[in-house]
């Protein structure tokens, strides 16, 4: 699947809240962003556990939220 570069946001430019779909160790399926904290964020799995990503995760639409593009 081929992406626009326009369509690519980072991790600190997106809404509190938004659902991030992803493998987590935890067997989660997603994470919720929580906020920024210097060069990482703040996140909670769907099962609790804290995570922490680069604020400069590149992100694209997916669903209900984002994924992280690669």
């Excluded at 570069?5 to 919720?32: A, F, M, N, Q, R």
Aim: hydrophobic share 25%.
């Amino acid at each position: 699947m081929t992406v626009d570069k326009w369509e690519i946001k980072k991790l600190h430019e997106i809404d509190k809240g938004s659902k991030i779909h992803c493998d987590v160790s935890d067997e989660s399926k997603y994470v919720t962003f929580n906020k920024i904290d210097g060069m990482y964020s703040h996140c909670t799995s769907e099962k609790g556990n804290t995570i922490h990503l680069s604020a400069s995760t590149p992100l694209v639409k997916h669903k209900d939220g984002y994924r992280i593009y690669s």
